[in-house]
T-cell receptor
């Protein structure tokens, strides 16, 4: 019940295309869902996050879509750029604090 | 730089030695977290402090691991009698109680290699 499952494991997208990464969770007590971006040798950087009272949140080229009934959420990167090439992690937690449960990660490569 | 800092950035040690890592959180953050990340995997939770109180420990945190946050500011993570399986990136994160989102900000990590 604590797991967060992420897919795909790797993704190759052409410059200007849309990158889509999906996550699913089991624990209905989770109410905070962030996405992190990690470059090699660096710590994860918070990208965008959502709470389940909204179905979509957009920040620039990054959008989270949230489906509470299906217990799924996804990250969409519009107009993908080579600089977006990194590993992306979804996560879940209870919003009042406490540990983040991370997905397994998606290695994104954006080809010029 | 007002982000989370960790020291050292890299540590190479021999099996059986003790190692200690330090984390300095963002100054106004009272929550501090330790995670471990192995190659190709997402970070795994180890332990969590609110101020100086250690509120939760993972089963991953064996008796050889101990974490402290004595004055509610910086934290240390000690691994005793290191094993090759301890080789990983150790990440620290911090957050502020009372903010609208449980936003955790990570440091650059300490990469541990046990020979």
């Amino acid at each position: 019940q604590q797991q967060v499952k992420q897919s795909p494991q790797s993704l190759i997208v052409q410059k200007g295309g849309i990158s889509i990464i999906n996550c699913a969770y089991e624990n209905t007590a989770f109410d905070y869902f962030p996405w992190y971006q990690q470059f090699p040798g660096k710590g994860p950087a918070l990208l965008i996050a959502i709470r389940p009272d909204v179905s979509e949140k957009k920040e620039g080229r990054f959008t989270i879509s949230f489906n509470k009934s299906a217990k799924q959420f996804s990250l969409h990167i519009m107009d993908s750029q080579p600089g977006d090439s990194a590993t992306y992690f979804c996560a879940a937690s209870r919003n009042q604090g406490g540990k983040l449960i991370f997905g397994q990660g998606t290695e994104l490569s954006v080809k010029p | 730089d007002t982000g989370v800092s960790q020291d050292p950035r890299h540590k190479i040690t021999k099996r059986g030695q003790n190692v200690t890592f330090r984390c300095d959180p963002i100054s106004e953050h009272n929550r501090l977290y330790w995670y471990r990340q192995t190659l190709g995997q997402g970070p795994e939770f180890l332990t969590y402090f609110q101020n100086e109180a250690q509120l939760e420990k993972s089963r991953l945190l064996s008796d050889r691991f101990s974490a402290e946050r004595p004055k509610g500011s910086f934290s240390t993570l000690e691994i005793q009698r290191t094993e090759q399986g301890d080789s990983a990136m150790y990440l620290c994160a911090s957050s502020a109680e009372g903010q609208s989102y449980n936003e955790q900000f990570f440091g650059p990590g300490t990469r541990l290699t046990v020979l």
